[in-house]
């Protein structure tokens, strides 16, 4: 029903059913891993009204090693994948989560494991998941963007001088704030018609 991926790795179609609703991968070598794909297999939807909520486990050090687990987000027959990164979870954010303690088949301290809960797609709807297991989107690239432009908009005008206060250089070319200024209000008003304008 569920796949799991982790670049560099095998694909993952094998988790352990560890009740009726409730399936878990074993994950190795977890320190080394920034993301994971969990998609659905397309051989079994789910049933109607339900979809499933992915967790992240990983055994705390300051708790036993107990896991603690963290929900990614989700998976339905409408969205039958999702990529999720998981190199910024922190133990303390996280809690027992609708797997307990699910003993993983590995007795090894590095194995963390990834568990998909089949639950109603209201109830979904209305989790909230780990803030650091989003994945870069349009919007982080726009809001990099606008920080990039802000950042050269206040470097370049840190250098502005009246026409009083330039003394003539003719090694030196200067370029009126009133330009920079244009250029960077249109490429605001471009990106935000359009993310992608500069790749065309």
């Known amino acids: 029903m569920f796949g799991c991926l982790v670049a560099g790795r095998l694909v993952r179609t094998d988790p352990v059913q560890v009740s009726s609703d409730k399936f878990v991968f074993d994950l190795p070598d977890y320190e080394s891993v920034r993301h994971?794909?969990?998609?659905?297999?397309?051989t079994v939807p789910f049933p109607a009204?339900?979809?499933?909520?992915?967790?992240f486990s990983f055994p705390d050090p300051a708790g036993g090693g107990r896991p603690v687990w963290q929900l990614l987000g989700f998976i339905t027959n409408d969205k039958p994948s999702a990529i999720f990164k998981i190199s910024g979870l922190r133990a303390s954010d996280g809690g027992?989560?609708?797997f307990g303690f699910v003993a993983s088949s590995s007795?090894?301290?590095?194995?963390?494991?990834?568990?998909?809960?089949?639950?109603?797609?209201e109830q979904l709807a209305q989790?909230?998941?780990?803030?650091?297991?989003?994945?870069?989107?349009?919007?982080s690239f726009?809001?990099?963007?606008?920080?990039?432009?802000?950042s050269l908009f206040n470097f370049a005008s840190?250098?502005?001088?009246?026409?009083?206060?330039m003394t003539p250089n003719p090694s030196e070319t200067f370029v009126p704030s009133s330009c920079v200024l244009r250029w960077y209000e249109n490429f605001q008003r471009r990106l935000a018609q359009n993310p992608n304008f500069w790749k065309s």
């Open 36 to 42: 994971v794909v969990v998609f659905m297999l397309g």
């Open 49 to 55: 009204g339900t979809g499933g909520a992915v967790y």
């Open 96 to 98: 027992q989560g609708p």
């Open 107 to 121: 007795a090894a301290p590095s194995v963390a494991q990834v568990g998909v809960s089949v639950e109603p797609l």
């Open 127 to 139: 989790q909230i998941p780990a803030s650091s297991a989003a994945v870069s989107t349009v919007d």
């Open 142 to 150: 726009l809001l990099f963007t606008q920080k990039m432009l802000d």
């Open 158 to 165: 840190s250098f502005a001088v009246t026409q009083a206060q």
